[in-house]
């Protein structure tokens, strides 16, 4: 069964700025051929580059300089929607036809940042550029998840990393509760991604179960997307090889159907690639 990776992090320090790296176990050079030595021959036969954070004068290089990069077939960059110059920001991506959505990171903001209303206006503008919007919120935030996309109904949003439950400490509750009511809104679309991230080391397939689980139980299979969150997913004492063979473990009872959805065929879809 062949992968698309919704979510895969390159990181070139050599071309570009990352602030947030520094003193992080990840803080090197990841490339996309370092990436697919491994990926290839577990059946990820491409990939969506995921912005990095980028300092904000790289914002629009970095995802330009991914979509040259082979096996990558499109991109997310990174936004600011907060900005009164989101719409030049978006008209610029929308020059490249590989650059398919954008995403702002909200997990480490404050919880306003989202809710203005100038916020909420720029993103009703992705629509109108064929971008769709991806959501990264802590598990304790998705209910300002659900105020935006219920004010901005007409964006496709992505919700990254099933919502960053904590696994290792509070686990299933009260993130389960919070997921539906975010998976409600039928313009979001799951990310079976980062999971391995809020685990301790040693984590199994069964460690992880219960959240992929419930993310197909919210959200259904034609509204699922699986990404490999590498390389921050390595930081949790696991591999790119570990997370793809935990994902078949977990998902074997299911169609062949079903299994393409979730593994490429509504990324194919919803990202548009």
Aim: hydrophobic residues 40%; contains cysteine; charged residues 25%.
């Amino acid at each position: 069964m062949r992968i698309l990776d919704t979510h895969l992090h390159l990181i070139y320090p050599d071309r570009f700025d990352y602030p947030w790296l520094a003193g992080k176990a990840i803080d090197r050079t990841w490339t996309a051929e370092q990436y697919f030595a491994e990926a290839v021959p577990l059946g990820i036969e491409s990939a969506l580059h995921m912005e990095v954070d980028v300092a904000e004068g790289d914002m629009l290089a970095e995802s330009e300089y991914a979509i040259t990069l082979p096996r990558i077939i499109g991109a997310i960059a990174a936004c600011r929607p907060e900005s009164m110059t989101f719409v030049d920001q978006i008209e610029q991506l929308s020059e490249h036809a590989h650059i398919t959505g954008v995403r702002r990171i909200l997990h480490e903001l404050p919880d306003e940042l989202s809710q203005s209303d100038l916020f909420i206006e720029n993103i009703r503008h992705l629509p109108d550029y064929d971008l769709s919007f991806d959501l990264c919120l802590r598990a304790d935030q998705l209910h300002l998840g659900v105020d935006l996309v219920q004010r901005a109904p007409d964006v496709t949003f992505i919700l990254d990393h099933c919502g960053n439950p904590d696994i290792k400490g509070l686990g299933l509750d009260p993130w389960r509760a919070s997921l539906r009511e975010v998976a409600r809104n039928p313009n979001v679309i799951g990310k079976v991604s980062g999971l391995v991230n809020h685990c301790t080391s040693g984590w199994t397939a069964e460690t992880l179960r219960p959240y992929v689980e419930h993310m197909v139980d919210c959200f259904g299979w034609d509204r699922l997307v699986w990404g490999s969150d590498h390389p921050v997913a390595t930081t949790t004492g696991g591999t790119l090889t570990d997370w793809v063979n935990a994902t078949h473990e977990i998902i074997k009872g299911a169609s062949e159907d079903e299994q393409a959805k979730l593994l490429h065929r509504t990324a194919e879809r919803i990202y548009k690639v």
